[in-house]
């Protein structure tokens, strides 16, 4: 953007492998927080962690490729990145 503002994008990730019950989504928090992203994480039905992700571009970006990593007990097997219309929360959730 030219007017010196970052872009602001928000994206949804689906993240597939041995996420729930590894501290995924809490370590998600601490990650998106200390990079100033917010949003949410929740478990799904599936065996799947969701995460809606909002923020400075680069910042999301850095989020998205953590989450191949995930906590140190996890073993992350796919992560699917949709771009979502720009979203404001107040802060990163665990759902």
Avoid: H
Wanted: aromatic content about 10%.
């Amino acid at each position: 953007m030219n007017d010196g503002q970052a872009e602001q994008i928000t994206r949804r990730c689906f993240v597939s492998g041995k996420v729930q019950g590894v501290w995924y989504r809490a370590k998600t928090q601490e990650k998106a927080k200390a990079l100033g992203v917010t949003g949410w994480a929740k478990n799904l039905p599936d065996g799947r962690v969701e995460v809606l992700a909002s923020g400075e571009r680069d910042k999301v970006e850095a989020l998205c490729a953590w989450l191949w990593q995930g906590p140190e007990l996890a073993e992350v097997t796919a992560v699917d990145v949709q771009e979502e219309a720009w979203l404001v929360f107040e802060r990163f959730a665990v759902k």
